[in-house]
């Protein structure tokens, strides 16, 4: 039987319940056999992230722990210097083979700089593209880059074709984000636990973050002092 793979991609600084949601809603309106959490080495806008790369995979693992078809692909935190999604794809089709179904995911703020990233010819070479819309990013109808454009207009309403062919979707938004998260764990070290909001962010890492996550990140102290430029 063919394979059905996805490729999730992202900093995961930390991991949390939308980005969950999000894989599981994939898995099945793809048909995915398996969808795989691949961080990246660097933040897409060049911050720096505020967990290492090990860190960030061993969240991962905890957060995705009984779910059989959510797995993690740590290549890109492994491969010395820079790494690149192209490489990452090559080296995906190289194992699964030819006849493998290969779907890369990226949401429209991401494929609207598409044209930019080193090689990105080629990607559709190697896998299908899943474009993603939320609200809050930019609309499909607003990317003006007419190669983009054009890849849009051609887009199939599902993907059966191991690479070449490119799916729009829409999920909902995230309710919560990576970065509101590490502000809430920072604001509640640094004010602990009497202090109205620190109860309330306290709340909220509870809800958006799987326990065994909070636990590691108390375990190890991370995001104990949250920078705009994490």
């Known amino acids: 039987m063919t394979q059905r793979i996805g490729i999730f991609g992202g900093t995961f600084d930390p991991v949390h319940s939308g980005h969950i949601a999000s894989a599981q809603t994939l898995v099945d309106q793809l048909s995915l056999d398996t969808l795989y959490f691949m961080p990246c080495q660097q933040h897409p806008h060049h911050k720096h992230p505020g ?6 995979v061993e969240m991962l693992d905890l ?7 959510l797995q993690v692909d740590d ?6 210097g820079l790494s690149y999604t192209v490489g990452s794809l090559q080296a995906i089709r190289s194992e699964l083979g030819d006849d493998a179904v290969i779907v890369f995911i990226l949401g429209t703020d991401a494929f609207a700089s598409l044209h930019q990233w080193s090689r990105w010819q080629s990607l559709l070479s190697l896998a299908n593209l899943a474009v993603i819309e939320r609200a809050g990013q930019i609309t499909a109808a607003e990317i003006t880059e007419p190669v983009l454009k054009k890849l849009l207009s051609q887009s199939v309403p599902a993907i059966n074709a191991p690479s070449g062919d490119l799916i729009q979707l829409a999920l909902e938004p995230y309710v919560i984000s990576s970065t509101a998260l590490r502000s809430a764990f920072s604001y509640c ?7 109205t909001q620190a109860n309330a962010e ?3 890492i509870h809800h958006y973050v799987p326990a065994p996550v909070v636990k590691y990140i108390d375990a190890h102290k991370l995001y104990r002092v949250y920078r705009e430029s994490h």
Do not use: F, T
């Open 202 to 204: 306290e709340e909220i």
């Open 63 to 69: 957060a995705l722990a009984g779910k059989a078809k």
């Open 189 to 195: 070290n640094l004010n602990g636990q009497n202090d």
């Open 51 to 56: 967990a290492s790369p090990a860190q960030r």
């Open 75 to 80: 290549r890109e935190l492994k491969r010395e």
